[in-house]
């Protein structure tokens, strides 16, 4: 099992561009998660996935967007990037009540 | 609403010496509780969790943690601490009815020197 993975993992965007991370899971999980990682301020969610089609907001939401359209997948979208969304970004997933699995991350630099 | 917190930014202990890192949360119910580690340049590792039972819980490469309800922590610990130990680690609390998220702290980096 390759267990949760993500493309890219470096990208250098301009102000203004947009693109979408992609994070893939083997592992059947239910539920799927993206997090920012910023230095001292931990991890914060942006956006999960309880299931196949459904997307909801975590904490830090504004200027992302999201989709569930596989149960394997979770994208994530930036429309209009900023130099405030430079960030490391990571995806996860998990089954149930029990812990998340991470991927490697997204290491995002907007100019 | 849930929070986690881990007072302590940076903990340094000696090699060979035990460790512990401090968390404390709070939520409406009973949480489940969990521990992981970072590395440099990596995703989170998971290393153990607390659902119910036995308040200590044993989990990855010797660490341990005890829930305490009545003081609302779960601190990690291990008894003899090695340099390769030497990562961020955080803690996550999430309610037991709310099984979509989780909220982490801040983070602890621990540093062990030789």
């Known amino acids: 099992n390759a267990g949760v993975t993500q493309t890219p993992k470096f990208r250098v965007l301009k102000t203004g561009q947009s693109m979408t991370l992609l994070c893939a899971q083997d592992?059947?999980?239910?539920?799927m998660y993206w997090y920012r990682q910023d230095p001292g301020m931990g991890l914060r969610l942006i956006h999960y996935?309880?299931?196949?089609?459904?997307?909801a907001k975590g904490e830090v939401p504004d200027g992302y967007n999201v989709s569930r359209l596989k149960k394997q997948n979770f994208l994530l979208g930036l429309e209009s990037a900023a130099p405030s969304q430079t960030s490391v970004y990571f995806c996860?997933?998990?089954?149930?009540?029990?812990?998340?699995?991470f991927g490697p991350g997204t290491r995002l630099t907007v100019l | 609403a849930q929070s986690v917190a881990q007072p302590e930014d940076q903990v340094n202990v000696a090699e060979g010496n035990p460790l512990t890192v401090k968390c404390t949360y709070s939520?409406?119910?009973?949480?489940?509780l969990f521990w992981y580690v970072q590395y440099p340049n990596r995703g989170l590792q998971f290393l153990l969790k607390?659902?119910?039972?036995?308040?200590l819980v044993k989990g990855s490469y010797g660490f341990e943690a005890e829930f305490n309800k009545s003081q609302t922590s779960f601190h990690l610990k291990k008894p003899s601490a090695l340099v390769s130990d030497s990562a961020l680690y955080f803690c996550a609390v999430r309610e037991i009815w709310d099984a979509g998220k989780s909220t982490f702290g801040d983070g602890t980096t621990l540093t062990v020197k030789p």
């Open positions: 996935s309880v299931g196949e089609g459904t997307t």
């Open positions: 996860a997933s998990k089954a149930g009540a029990l812990e998340q699995f």
């Open positions: 607390y659902i119910t039972g036995d308040n």
């Open positions: 592992m059947n999980h239910e539920y």
């Open positions: 939520v409406s119910g009973n949480p489940y």
